[in-house]
């Protein structure tokens, strides 16, 4: 699949049919979140894979965005190679979350899975649910399953509205 | 108005429970008063909801809700007096919640 159609083309999916996923699917789907760039090359990744029924349930309990019963969720969570963090150790750990969440999400879509990206879930609750130790620290969810909507391209601003050539707000002149 | 009743399982109170939890933490983002407001509303609503199962005598383990209820009781005032405690107090009944649950979910 070409990867510009295939970013241009990924959509967030909320609604799903109730259709398992295999795990050779979901194996690919991690493979690629491990090749992501990240900091260092510490590849801090953490990947738990949810796909039992009443693990799902009690889960999707304290996420309050979810409203639809996922195939499978992979929590992204990274375990720092430091005991103390910075605010800027943080962001990087944060930032290859979010690139192997890319990943997942993009991979999924070539595998005609859908996926949607969820930050709103209540971590301590998350921890104690999947027993997540103390020096991982959860940062990102992703729903998988197959599609059971389309729906439709959200506008995007122009490129001309984004971006800047050389300083901010310089206009971008081809 | 008819009397019908409505019934609500024990689980539905539970899922309802921490459906109300979570979002009053996830809403909270901030530290002024209007910020703050709408977790306060939901954690009220979750204590009306535990109140209201408790007079229904329909839950095999009352002393849990009661607990949570009056933890819920608490954690409205301290809005008034101490915001950070109060945002702990929210993720701290996530945190509460879940416990409970999954080991409803182990019996």
Redesign the interface.
């Known amino acids: 699949m070409d990867l510009i159609k295939t970013i241009q083309e990924r959509r967030s999916i909320r609604k799903y049919k109730d259709e398992p996923i295999d795990d050779i699917s979901v194996e690919k789907i991690i493979d690629a979140a491990r090749w992501a760039p990240n900091a260092g090359n510490y590849n801090s990744w953490r990947f738990i894979v949810i796909t039992s029924a009443a693990q799902k349930k009690l889960l999707l309990n304290f996420c309050p965005g979810i409203d639809d019963m996922p195939a499978a969720l992979i929590v992204i969570c990274a375990k720092p190679k430091q005991k103390k963090l910075k605010e800027a150790t943080r962001l990087m750990y944060m930032a290859d979350c979010a690139i192997a969440a890319q990943n997942i999400a993009l991979t999924a879509y070539s595998l005609n899975i859908g996926s949607c990206i969820v930050v709103s879930f209540a971590d301590k609750a998350l921890r104690e649910i999947l027993e997540i130790p103390e020096d991982v620290q959860p940062y990102l969810m992703v729903t998988l399953g197959y599609p059971g909507e389309t729906p439709e391209p959200p506008a995007r601003l122009p490129i001309s509205e984004i971006t800047y050539r050389d300083s901010y707000g310089k206009e971008w002149v081809k | 108005m008819t009397e019908k009743g409505l019934l609500l399982g024990e689980e539905q109170f539970?899922?309802l429970l921490?459906?109300l939890?979570?979002?009053a933490?996830?809403m909270a983002q901030g530290e002024e008063l209007e910020e703050l407001y709408p977790s306060l509303r939901l954690i009220d609503a979750a204590k009306r909801l535990s109140n209201f199962a408790l007079d229904s005598g329909g839950l095999d383990d009352e002393s849990w809700v009661t607990n949570f209820s009056n933890k819920c009781e608490k954690g409205l005032e301290l809005m008034e007096i101490d915001k950070e405690a109060f945002t702990e107090f929210l993720?701290?009944s996530?945190?509460m919640?879940?416990?409970e649950?999954?080991r409803r979910?182990d019996i």
């Open positions: 539970y899922d921490s459906f939890v979570s979002s933490y996830l993720s701290d996530t945190f919640l879940a416990k649950m999954k979910e």
